[in-house]
């Protein structure tokens, strides 16, 4: 790579990372849509039996272990139980532990990975999840509007708050070239294409560093590329055949950076926005770029956007996968499909 080309990137990736400072502090501003339509309710407990699936290698998890602990104490509830994720289990048994003691709220504390394997076992359950933010992404605590940097008030919302139903997906993965297939709740935005390869290209040593902003500089690397052709079917319609760079599955639209993603983008009204896109250069990503940051209405052909309950794509080739911030393999074939209404979640009170 010659050294001009070099500095672009370097150029397009500082420019992307101050617009995007810069759009967290005016979206906050203008960010009027709630991500959820539905009313919270009261718990109505005096007393609650509390369970916490808690990833011990994140910076903050004694911390969080000991709020946690000293809350509960100072509301005359018993103790907490405490089931720990390992590197070879990141949580699934330590639900199921948590449910044999009838919990009234199990809280998670972790990230976005640890969050999504709680929430599949707990979809259906009518138990309550709480979350405690301990990530980098902590996309689904940033789409209930929590306060991801206030450690003692996302405890506070996950203990006392109040609760409502939000939707939660599935995605299926089959890839005929190796015969693998399995299936993956996910709660935020899953994806096929160019996104998960930019996931799984990340160095895990600049996300420490910088958190969120090292997916700039993966995704920038990226950016040239050919597309790939793919069949999509939306709520058992015909099939359309279209060349993409990525698709991506939204269950509610807000991504790190404060990025107002999908504005339209509900996480309980019952459906995915689907966008599809199409981007033959680095002018086409910048197009996007503009239309996302700008909020601008108008259409754009090399990102088209659909809602519909149920996605099927097919693909000749195997392609990379990602579910919420996780790579999830390769695959020739997905199945998406939404399930309204299945997660019980702890959110803050509307002022």
Known sequence: MSDWILYLLIGVALAFAISSWWGV?????LHI?????????EPELKKQRVAVVLNPV????????????????AAGWEDPQFFETTARDPGFSQVRNALEGKPDVVLVGGGDGTVRVVAE??????????LVPLGTGNLLARNLELDVGDLHSSV????????????????GIENARTGHQSEHVFLVIAGIGMDAEVLADTSDGLKRA????????????HLPGRRKKVSISLDEGPAQVRNIRSVLF?????VPGGIDFIPQAMIDDGMLDVVVMSPRSAFGWLLMYVKVMSKHSGKLPIMTVYRSRKIIIECPEPMPTQLDGDTAGEATRVTVQVKPQSLL???KGRD
Do not use: H, P
């Open 210 to 221: 910088v958190g969120w902003l090292a997916y700039t500089e993966a995704g920038v690397r």
């Open 33 to 41: 849509r709630s991500t959820v339509g539905g009313e919270a309710i």
């Open 58 to 73: 994140k910076a903050r998890a004694a911390e969080a272990r000991a709020t946690i602990q000293r809350a509960c104490l």
């Open 25 to 29: 502090r005016r979206l906050r501003a």
């Open 121 to 130: 076992s707990l979809a259906g359950t009518g138990v309550a999840m709480g």
């Open 250 to 254: 939204a269950n509610c639209g807000l």
């Open 345 to 347: 979640v702890r959110v």
């Open 156 to 171: 506070n919302t996950a203990l006392f708050g109040r609760q409502r139903y939000i939707d939660t997906a599935r995605m």
